[in-house]
């Protein structure tokens, strides 16, 4: 089939459903999900407390709860934040740090630590709200669950329940409001805690369900997460939410000694997740990951001496807590612990492992059955974990098509793996040797949780090669479908064609078939779709043409390596923008290069003779923009430097006014337009520094400038839609968009963003006068260029669009990363969101973040329109050669992909590839949207970029 039957147009389209259909590789490769069924249940023989309560402070970070000073910044702060907590450590409890999983956010931490699983990472596209599968909780097995606090959290435990067992009281989503004192949210839960109390003294059968064992009391206290947000961690608003908090754990004990008049409550407090500096969460920072962990009351231990080696480190130094035990766990092992204090079975698809299962160390426990009930403890624990094993070992024994059993349970009978083990720590139990048997029981988990990751990784081979071979065959494909055209005339070619697609089909059949045979996953079956086709096309495409040039070259040696030499140069530049997901001053150093180097050594002679002041511009510009990779990523509200930005982009519509030629019919309305836009920014400017001021004075939100924010922010951004012209150039028509975004830059902007902003656009438009005139200046070498814009089918890259395509790719990527790390210039700050949306509303505040990410993605799809036009290349040409050339940046980050080390290489890791597949699919939406923006614009080669 030949290439002119198939337009490389539809390369396009291939290429952006292949990115996005492989990222979901990195989930089916990496990561499983931990929910199986059928498997049986284990508890004890009996719990140690009759009830429990499980105080869940969302959002609390471990060192600020736990720390001395922890806020020396703030006058008159107490010497601890949750004098409290500190004297239940001190006197009468255990304590230690739950260090959480990634990603660390409320659904999956609280699945963790009530489930005792942690959620497979992909069910963040199922979304955190809903259960993207029904799991088993403490909650669950219990005889009945009170809970009290957020719509977000409490429903996800009472689906999947039995019916009537979970009851919850949640306040209303309009109640999480970011500009109100969100200790409220807290105090709420206090007072239907203390009014359920006060009913069951005139109801008899509410009074019975309180009172029978194995009674659970769930609290989430969603105002440290919600003021974090709102003020950051470190700051007078927040420290007042720890006490509050604090304040609430005394009254909660209080109430329940009051209520019940005993002994029998356990409490266990504890949080989903930390926060970071900047009031977010969800990667693997340890700000995110270290959150604390207190237990008290009937069944749990008091506080036990410093154990040698010293448990605590330079983290927990600062707590004065030295001489006690510090006993961490992993975010998984608090279910099973509140499982074994009042008695339930354990959550069927726990992997959390009891502290006390470890004989070495002490654990949360003080069982009335002393010792003997520790090794039962262990032997059910093992037993749970255990069970999970068997199952997934049963079902990658009948749906494997070669299958090799762990070693450590290859001796084991195969339905029923670590039997042996079991009898040996029932037999030691019985023994009376209870140190062995949780000895024992300690190995056999550990080994079991080995087996369960060998089990959950056992295909990962097979992805890794899955995916190798399909980037490796999108390269070829786009490198022949781009270079060259296939003859199909010949009956040589048709016969070639014959059995390039039976071995095509066979080697699909037969992966289709081992897939059916071992009940993979369905997208499997899709991917493996993916390289059969590419190869195919790659092989069938190549040979011909191939054949022809090296029977017709006569410098082919010196082609191949200077092939290589320019490859090799593309390689090095794309892995330096891998560096720089990680180090942001390669972003700096790299506009040094396009900036500087560039210009003075590899541009053509007589260059800088004919455009002087142009170069300058450009290296001066690539500077200022190199400046904010560099800035810090902790930045505070600065509405002197929005000020300054707002005078920026004032500047470029009044230099747009005075300087853009258009039509002269059309140049009166032109201006008018362009004026009007300039009373958009400045309206907005001043909405925006009243709503800061009064949101920093806890005043709220006031109606007005609200109504008068949403206002200007809508009409700004519709402005150029509505307000057309039949005529304008391509440069007018970009200026007027650039200052629609502006708007967007004053209201969403907490620091710098808007610099950046103005900077970015401003190099992406010399960047197009520069590209225009190295190509002049080629073609005035060269003398080989007719004139006309060639159709995509037949564009045929020149060696330089493959530098043009590299300086695209970093475009895209500082788009992103220009004045944050994973915060995109800084667009996942929350403070300024809060001017137009002050109650809690994810979608609607999402869709405002993405919009603020868009906004330099449009200025450069319409800077890459007008550069198509100046070069007179056909729409998408370039985009298309870096689509081919993006995907050496994409295998790295799945190589590098873990699920182990800390927890901040695993976040990273997962979002490096994720973020470098997206980015492409996300320019190639924009680049659309830049061509459909700028259909109707002038682009003759006289109006599309010139100013007076």
Known sequence: MAARQRPIFRLLLIGL???????????????????VYGMRKFKLNHGEAKRLVLIVADGL??????????????????????PYLRSIIESRGAFGISHTHVPTESRPGHVALIGGM??????????????????????NQSSHTFSFGSPDILPMFARGATPGKVDMWCYDEDEEDFTKDATALDVWVLEHLRTLFHNATADPSLDATLHQGQTVFFLHLLGLDTTGHSYRPHS???MANIQVVDEIVHQVEQLFIDFYKDSETAFVFTADHGMSTIGNHGDGHPDNTRTPLVAW?????????????????????????????????????????????????????????????????????????????????????????LEHYRVKHELE????????????????????PGVEHLRSIELLIDQGKYTDARAIAKELIRATLDGLRYLETYDRTLVRGIVLAAYLGWIAFGAVSIFLTPDTSTNGARRQSVVLDATALTSLVT????????????????????????????????KDPLRRYLRNSNNCVSDVLRLSVRGLAVVLALQSMVIGYTRREVWSAGFLVIGVLWPVLFTPKGLWSKHTVLLFGWSAACLTTAVFPMLSVDKQEDLRAMSVHFMCMLAAGVVAILKVRVDPKEELRFKFALATQCLFIAASLLVTISSARSLRAKAGLPPLNQTLGWAIFLVASAFPFFFRFRSLPALARLMMFFLAFSVCFVILSISVEGLFYFAFSATLLLWVEVEAAVRTTQVAVDGNDDGHTVKLSAYRPRVDDFRIAVFFLFFVQVAFFGTGNVASISSFYLEPVYRLVPVFNPFLMAVLLIYKIIAPYIILAMCLHLLNTRLRLPPFSLFLVALTLTDVMTMTFFFNVTDTGSWLEIGQSITFFVISSLLLVWAAGTCAVGELLMADSDNSERTTGKID
């Open 511 to 542: 992966f289709w078939a081992a897939f059916a045979k071992q009940r993979s996953p369905w997208t499997f079956y899709l991917y493996i779709c993916f390289p059969v086709y590419f190869w195919h096309q790659a092989l069938f495409r190549a």
């Open 297 to 385: 009351g009937k069944g749990v231990r008091g506080p036990l001496p410093d154990s040698s080696p010293s448990s605590h480190d330079d983290y927990s130094a600062p707590w004065r807590l030295g001489h006690l035990l510090r006993r961490d766990v992993e975010q998984a092992d608090v279910a099973a612990l509140m499982a074994a204090l009042v008695g339930v079975h354990w959550p069927v698809n726990s992997v959390g492992v009891l502290p006390d299962v470890d004989p070495a160390r002490p654990g949360y426990l003080s069982p009335d059955g002393g010792e003997r009930t520790l090794a039962e403890a262990a032997l059910v624990n093992a037993r749970v974990v």
């Open 61 to 82: 970070r471990a060192d600020l709860a736990l720390a001395q000073n922890p806020f020396p910044s703030i006058p008159s702060a107490p010497e601890f934040a949750a």
């Open 236 to 238: 007078p608003e927040y």
């Open 118 to 139: 942690y959620e497979d990472v992909s069910a963040v596209t199922k979304g955190w709200k809903t259960n993207p599968v029904d799991f088993d909780s403490v909650f």
């Open 17 to 35: 459903v292949f990115h996005l259909v492989y990222i979901g590789t990195v989930f089916d490769c990496y990561f499983t999900s931990p929910v």
């Open 397 to 416: 024994e009948a749906h494997t098509l070669i299958y090799k059993p762990f070693p450590y349970f290859a001796s084991s009978p195969s339905d029923d």
